[in-house]
């Protein structure tokens, strides 16, 4: 290191490797005085606290103390953060109350503390004078740390609203929401998937600008890939919670004021990791989908859906249906990568998405919103996941077989898509029966966009099939997509550049006449 190198956590890790095992005392003195001179660490996984030799304590003091997990290699590596009441990772979400016309006039407002405080919201109609206050349940731990989540309730459509989090002594900022008109047109859905702290900043910094002019954000799985943390720098620390935390704070600045709506993806399905293989203790506390659904709150509850697993939403002239793409499904993935522990068992999904389609295709329903979209992590369609003819192969078949049925039957219009860290958008397809126009199609559209930007980098097309469906193919480009309901018959989509902001797919409009067979 020269005089005015700050070390990363991962050139810790490789001073100390690089010593013969008998100088072993040696190679730890050099990774004690590399840690030394910072009182910061630059990795984005790491949680802000680091050691120095000069104070022999952890730094910043207020905030860190030395805390030795098992698997830490450097005294950097032991300092973490102290508990404490301190408001962090605010995010809101649509919240399980309903209005008759059958749309959320409710919010969840979510956050985390270390320390096991109180839940309370106060909140009003004028910056500054927050007058209401709403108390919810004391924070769950399923770890270490604390989550939060409280309910407004009965809230006026489109009213702007001010609110702080926290618990009653210690408060958050005051962040801001509005709430969605009841049916409004011109209905704009921010798209994001596959995104962690790795590769992603030009979206974040991008999903900044436009979410101001958004009335959601989607995070169609993978959310902040704490499972991916150990692959960077020291393999053996434990680091999949302040991966965690890093990426849901990283976000606060646009979550905290857009509806932050989740689905699950294989990232958030376990720790596996060498200090959670390790470890009894973590691996059962951080199995099937634990961090995530504690996390977060989606409105499960108003749709009779499972957690986070499975639930849905209406919004604008649209109706929303996030599913499970990880379990709960004949031959589903599972995503197990841990000895004697198993994934799923959440419940018969396929019963509950048949009959939210069912009611969801009703003439009733389609006439207040003739839009239906389903979001699932995995894709059915991809270029890099089919046969040479363009029929699904592998965990897309076995997706096929298990959903592909009941798009069809029920009309679905569109199946969002990521986990493939790329672009793609299709024609309307059925059984791989394609049809080359995007005009009252009797088949439901698929796309794809798992490009928000991850530590495991783009997914090449180098071997992709040339599929008859396939219409936009694109593995360069992180980027983001906007969803844009316009009226009834109208709907948008595109795929824009993170990091020039430029339109890559020209925006795609479909049309449906309100007399079409679907309706």
């Known amino acids: 290191l020269t005089p005015n190198q700050q ?57 860190c103390s030395y805390q030795y997990e098992f698997g830490d290699l450097t005294p950097s590596e032991s300092c973490r953060p102290k508990k404490n009441s301190t408001v962090q990772q605010v995010h809101i979400a649509l919240g399980d109350g309903i209005s008759a016309a059958g749309y959320a006039n409710s919010m969840v407002v979510s956050w985390v503390t270390t320390a096991n405080t109180k839940s309370m919201v106060i909140y009003g109609t004028t910056s500054g004078s927050l007058s209401t206050t709403v108390n919810g349940a004391d924070g769950s731990s399923y770890y270490e740390s604390y989550d939060h989540h409280v ?31 009841e049916g409004k047109e011109n209905l704009k859905v921010c798209i994001v998937g596959d995104m962690g702290l790795v590769n992603s900043a030009s979206t974040r910094e991008l999903l900044t600008k436009v979410a101001p002019g958004m009335d959601l954000i989607y995070h169609i799985g993978d959310v902040g890939y704490a499972d991916d943390a150990f692959l960077h720098g020291n393999p053996t620390q434990f680091k999949y919670e302040d991966a965690f935390n890093n ?39 951080l199995s099937n989908f634990s961090a995530y659904n504690h996390r977060f709150k989606m409105p499960s509850k108003s749709s009779r859906g499972v957690l986070n697993m499975w639930y849905s939403f209406n919004a604008g002239l649209a109706h929303f249906i996030s599913i499970n793409t990880e379990t709960d499904y004949p031959h589903a993935p599972l995503d197990e990568y841990t000895l004697h522990r198993a994934n799923g068992k959440f419940g018969n999904q396929l019963a509950w998405l048949e009959n939210d389609l069912m009611a969801a295709n009703s003439p009733e329903a389609r006439k207040a919103r003739p839009w239906v979209i389903i979001a699932g992590h995995r894709p059915v369609y991809s270029v890099n996941k089919c046969n040479s003819d363009g029929t699904p192969k592998d965990d897309s078949a076995h997706l096929q077989a298990a959903i592909e049925e009941l798009l069809f039957k029920y009309k679905v219009d569109m199946y969002i898509a990521g986990h493939v860290h790329s672009y793609e958008r299709h024609y309307p397809v059925y059984q791989n029966f394609v049809e080359t126009s995007y005009v009252n199609p009797k088949y439901p559209v698929h796309v794809l966009n798992g490009a928000a930007g991850c530590d495991e980098n783009h997914s090449s097309y180098s071997k992709a099939v040339d599929a008859k469906w396939n219409v936009v193919k694109n593995d360069q480009d992180w980027g983001l997509s906007t969803l844009q309901v316009f009226n009834r018959t ?20 479909w049309y449906k006449s309100s007399t079409d067979s679907k309706l």
């Open 7 to 63: 070390p990363t956590s991962s050139q810790e890790v490789i001073i100390f490797v690089c010593f013969p095992m008998r100088r072993g005392a040696l190679a730890f003195f050099f990774a004690v005085l590399g840690t030394a001179v910072s009182v910061s660490v630059t990795s984005p996984l790491t949680n802000g606290c680091t050691w120095s030799l000069l104070h022999l304590s952890c730094e910043p003091s207020d905030k």
């Open 151 to 181: 309910e407004l309730t009965n809230l006026s459509p489109g009213q702007k609203y001010y609110y702080r989090a926290g618990d009653g002594t210690t408060f958050s900022e005051e962040f801001s929401f509005v709430v969605m008109e």
């Open 247 to 285: 990426y849901m704070n990283s976000v606060q600045p646009v979550v905290s004021s857009s509806p932050y709506m989740t689905l699950p993806g294989n990232h958030e399905a376990e720790c596996h990791s060498p200090a959670c293989q390790l470890d009894p203790n973590r691996l059962d506390k």
């Open 490 to 509: 109208h709907l948008g989509w595109n795929f824009v550049s993170s990091s020039t902001g430029a339109t890559l797919d020209e925006s795609l409009c």
